[in-house]
């Protein structure tokens, strides 16, 4: 059998997720070579400035789908949350893998929770949804930018630079680092990002005999419920400059949908939910959008 390319970013979390990726591979077809092929991206690369300010998560994408349509590389393997709702034609998902933690980390060298911080303690994250949910619970608090790894971002935390900082449950996880978890934040308190603790593989359109090879990777039950939330998503015209949460539950062959809209600058958000046939992930996605638009979510999206 051919060698199998996987794209992936240089993170260390990005390479243990394409590593799990091309193990799981190996496993499901036993023989199949699987090299990763590691690249910097724009949105690695440029780490003074947001991404709402330089054009979103999709940097994150660019270099490795240039890679696949270059020839250089047959897949590449992402946070689904990085993905955008829409991909070019030339691409889509593969497979996504089942899903992990969804929620955020509260991090902090002294303080055990949110609550536990003092006035005017200073918290990093660069997400606006985050950033924006911080505000709402403790309006007290100075909100300040952080991007960078996630080993980056940590040894910042220790060095005192932050009070606090807010990240992934998953990608800590991943690596181990369960330990510097002080407390979770969950629904229906706290959302996470669309798809947030699934990972996807992206492959070319064109090329089937790459596709099918991770449909044994595939995870159905995680499958229908990140399509509910990127449905949704995809109906607000939502983006990383807008705070935008969803986060899907199966229960049986039903499924709800909880989705959360805000608006940095009026420090306002609202919410919707839908229940519906888990087979009709997208229509559950839509409801869920058009009751935040009945609240009014065009003027916090402002479209």
Not at 194 to 223: K, M, W, Y
Request: aromatic share 4%; with cysteine; charged share 20%.
């Amino acid at each position: 059998m051919k060698t199998l390319r996987l794209a992936t970013r240089e993170s260390t979390l990005a390479l243990w997720q394409t590593s799990h990726v091309a193990a799981l591979l190996r496993a499901a077809h036993p023989g199949l070579q699987v090299e990763l092929v590691p690249m910097t991206t724009r949105g690695d690369q440029i780490l003074d400035v947001s991404l709402s300010k330089i054009g979103g998560k999709g940097l994150f994408l660019k270099e490795l789908e240039v890679a696949m349509l270059e020839g250089r590389a047959d897949a590449a393997v992402h946070s689904l949350k990085d993905v955008p709702m829409q991909l070019e034609p030339e691409f889509s998902l593969a497979a996504v893998l089942a899903r992990d933690n969804p929620f955020d980390a509260f991090i902090s060298e002294q303080y055990a929770s949110l609550e536990d911080l003092p006035v005017a303690a200073v918290v990093g994250t660069s997400s606006q949804r985050r950033q924006l949910q911080l505000k709402q619970l403790r309006p007290d608090l100075q909100v300040r930018d952080l991007r960078g790894n996630i080993n980056t971002r940590l040894a910042k935390c220790a060095a005192g630079e932050y009070d606090a900082i807010i990240l992934a449950c998953a990608g800590l996880e991943r690596l181990g680092l369960h330990s510097r978890i002080r407390a979770q934040l969950t629904a229906p308190q706290w959302w996470p990002a669309v798809a947030q603790g699934a990972i996807a593989v992206e492959c070319r359109s064109n090329d089937p005999e790459t596709t099918v090879l991770f449909s044994a990777l595939n995870h159905g039950p995680t499958e229908l419920r990140v399509r509910a939330e990127r449905a949704m998503n995809l109906a607000l015209h939502g983006s990383c400059h807008v705070p935008v949460a969803g986060y899907a539950e199966l229960q049986g062959e039903r499924m709800r949908l909880s989705g959360w809209v805000g608006d940095a600058g009026q420090l306002r958000s609202i919410s919707a939910e839908a229940e519906g046939d888990a087979a009709q992930p997208e229509a559950i996605g839509r409801m869920v959008a058009e009751k935040l638009f009945a609240q009014g979510a065009a003027d916090l999206l402002r479209l």
